[in-house]
């Protein structure tokens, strides 16, 4: 089915917020204030300033920059509350547990009850943490943690590492991490390791093993600046592949930290037509192309990825996304139930994701977006070709991209 769309416009987006929620962490361990410039306002940053801000961090928001104060001393009891931010709670988690004699209860969403933790906590236990989880909490007894050798399993969540690692100065020996299974999202590793040398923090990581040196410390910087959100940027990215006008959006560099940056590659193998200027990146179709791709570093995009597949002229598979089930929803599951819900033919056998173009026009149907951001964002791509479509809890977006909606609108044929 070829789709008509022929809609332009440009979108400025705000900074990363998984660049950002590591640079927070890392602010807590300085000891003067750091301006972040490009900051972003979603409801899972707001979870980690608002949080950090319990722990003794002063955070005064200047329009487009922060300056963020740490305490000279952190605080050592209170009570945190988690919202649905996945990286609030593992980061935040491991924060805590490294403040020496703390004690904390941080109470977690229903939502986060089913996001797995247990591979974080008991290594940070093994390390001379107490940390006990309950029905709808965790209670931390922080303390000097000893680093040591140990074996992690990588094939559910890279944040268990990168919380991990963002701790560093914190260990009293080096640590050895060896990394077990499938390494998924490794790119988010690769991202946080980045992020600590520029702050001065050495890692030597060689792809199943990475080493932490004990007694380095993060050096103050001046300032510094978040790379605008390309995870949010594939929604208009994909959209511009279904346009014949073009779609754009900001960018500072030819090159990023983020992952998700590589979907203009997946775009491009697809047949989308990308410009890649000095400040913008522009994205317009071609004849979109099915094709076969692993995804087990891009897992955010994979609904992305497949509403864009709807409409290629041949079928689309997608490999290594098993971890998928383990994010807000079981998006796998869900992503099959729902596409399949307006006429498509997919389907998720033997680790492989299959999509087929789209045979037919959908009628008043609803995509349950299972209160997942992703799933709205990516539903809404489907919508502006068939309006008829309704979209379930729009509101979510507000987790990552809280201007998603107005700035969808401001897309014009």
């Not at 950090?52 to 329009?63: Q, S």
């Not at 590492?161 to 560093?168: C, E, K, T």
């Not at 999509?355 to 009628?363: A, E, H, Q, Y």
Request: glycine residues 6%; contains cysteine.
């Amino acid at each position: 089915m070829r789709n008509y769309l022929d809609i332009s416009g440009h979108i400025t987006l705000e900074g990363s917020k998984s660049i950002l929620n590591r640079v927070l962490i890392i602010a807590s361990y300085l000891k003067n204030s750091i301006k972040i410039i490009n900051p972003a306002s979603c409801a899972d940053i707001a979870t980690m300033a608002d949080n950090l801000c319990k722990l003794g961090l002063k955070i005064d928001k200047y329009g487009d920059a922060w300056i963020v104060t740490p305490p000279r001393k952190l605080n050592t009891k209170g009570k945190l509350f988690i919202n649905d931010s996945g990286t609030a709670y593992r980061f935040l988690t491991a924060r805590v547990a490294a403040i020496y004699k703390s004690k904390y209860k941080i109470n977690i969403s229903d939502q986060l009850k089913r996001r797995p933790i247990e591979t974080l906590t008991h290594i940070l236990n093994l390390m001379n943490a107490s940390i006990q989880i309950e029905d709808d909490s965790l209670k931390v007894r922080g303390s000097h943690l000893k680093g040591d050798i140990i074996d992690v399993s990588a094939d559910i969540s890279s944040q268990f590492i990168s919380s991990l690692l963002l701790i560093a100065p914190s260990y009293k020996n080096d640590l050895e991490l060896f990394l077990e299974g499938n390494i998924v999202s490794r790119s988010y590793i690769d991202m946080t390791i980045k992020i600590m040398q520029d702050f001065g923090v050495i890692v030597d990581f060689d792809g199943s093993r990475i080493f932490i040196e004990a007694g380095q410390e993060y050096n103050d910087l001046s300032e510094y600046t978040i790379e605008p959100d390309f995870s949010s940027a594939c929604y208009f990215w994909a959209l511009g592949a279904l346009s014949r006008s073009v779609i754009s959006t900001n960018t500072i560099s030819k090159t990023s930290l983020q992952v998700d940056y590589e979907f203009l590659s997946i775009l491009e193998k697809m047949g989308a037509k990308i410009v890649i200027g000095e400040d913008n990146i522009s994205v317009s179709r071609g004849e979109l192309i099915g094709i076969s791709v692993d995804m087990i570093d891009m897992p955010d995009q994979v609904p992305t990825l497949a509403v864009l597949a709807l409409f290629a002229d041949s079928k689309t598979t997608i490999i290594n996304i098993e971890h998928l089930k383990y994010k807000e929803s079981s998006r796998i599951d869900s992503l099959v139930a729902e596409l399949s819900s307006i006429g498509a033919k997919i389907s998720y056998n033997g680790g492989m994701l299959t999509i087929n173009p789209l045979s037919r026009i959908p009628g008043n149907e609803t995509l349950c977006s299972y209160n997942d951001h992703r799933f709205v964002m990516a539903f809404h791509i489907l919508k502006m070709i068939f309006p008829q479509l309704i979209v379930t809890n729009a509101s979510s977006v507000d987790k990552s991209y809280p201007n998603f909606l107005n700035d969808l609108k401001s897309i014009k044929n």
